[in-house]
């Protein structure tokens, strides 16, 4: 679980200093449309909830729900599905009453 956690860890700061990252220009929500940059980086807030099982933040719970719209694009990204796919993943994202999407 250590080595998980370790490469996660490794995984987003990666993520945060690459010029390169995923984007979505614009989402429809419920009530209307906003534009929702998709950045993983984002939800490096939930990394330990997402690894343990641990209770989500009240951060990592505003960031989920910020990021709802992107969850299927994670979720297709190599990068990003063993983590957002996870068992621990879908009970944070219950936990801060956020559906777990079907793509």
Known sequence: MKFTALVFIVFVVGVMVSPVSIRATEVKLSGGEADVT??????SSCATPMLTGVPPSTECCG?????QPCFCTYIRDPRYSQYVGSANA???LATCGVPYPTC
Do not use: N
């Open 38 to 43: 998709c950045d993983a980086v984002q939800l």
């Open 63 to 67: 960031k989920l729900k910020e990021q």
């Open 90 to 92: 879908k009970k944070t």
